[in-house]
């Protein structure tokens, strides 16, 4: 009998999230079995990294022939429509001093590095979609 566990899962930050489009916000099952996999490591108090790559591997698998796929499988699926999003953050203004000259930085745009682009005339505008939190 196979195991079948659900959680339901409540997004409180933007997640900034694609697929082979990366203009469109897209939440897959790949996406969040590489946080899992990636919050598992951090856990992991592991000094011995084969030890650790070896247990890493049984269960989320790895392209060694000897073990193959993950242990598990993923399916997501929202109970409400997930509409993504590519609007302005609200202005968080931070003042930012860098060679002795101090200027304004919005700091949410500031961590959305690289979901944005700089148009003349219009500021920040952006160029990826996302979920918003």
Known sequence: MIDKITFD?????PMFLAG???SK???RAASIKG???FWWRTLQAEPDLENLREKESEI???SNKKVGGSSFSLRVWFEKPHIPMN???PKQIIQVTSKGKTFPVNILEYLAYGT???????GNVFVREYFPG
């Open 35 to 37: 946080l899992l996999r």
């Open 25 to 27: 916000a897209e939440l």
């Open 20 to 22: 082979s489009n990366q």
């Open 60 to 62: 989320f698998g790895c």
């Open 9 to 13: 899962i409540e997004t409180i930050t």
């Open 116 to 122: 944005l682009e700089y148009k003349k005339g219009q």
């Open 87 to 89: 609007e302005k953050f």
